[in-house]
């Protein structure tokens, strides 16, 4: 007899989880750019792009991430015989 494979997560915490990821990349993304060296001084590495969204982005990012660890699924049955009361005949 074969026995299904049960994994920890249901599909829908793999679609949250991957949204979170999308969401720390693009905030890397947005992090990203030229700096400056010895000859030349870039401001833009202080824009607000840089400094403030990019880090909050992240930030989202890594709390969807654990939200999308914690999310347990209506559908999610456990073995509810042990949590139920007895009931009487």
Do not use: W
Request: aromatic share 10%.
């Amino acid at each position: 007899m074969k026995q299904k494979k049960e994994f920890a997560f249901a599909r829908m915490n793999f679609i949250l989880l991957g949204i979170g990821m999308a969401a720390v990349i693009l905030g890397f993304i947005l992090m990203s750019g030229a700096g400056s060296d010895m000859e030349h001084f870039n401001a833009e590495i202080f824009s607000a792009r840089r400094v403030k969204v990019a880090p909050a982005i992240c930030l989202a990012g890594y709390l969807f991430i654990v939200y999308a660890i914690l999310h347990r699924p209506k559908d999610c049955q456990t073995n509810t015989d042990e949590n139920q009361p007895e009931q009487k005949p």
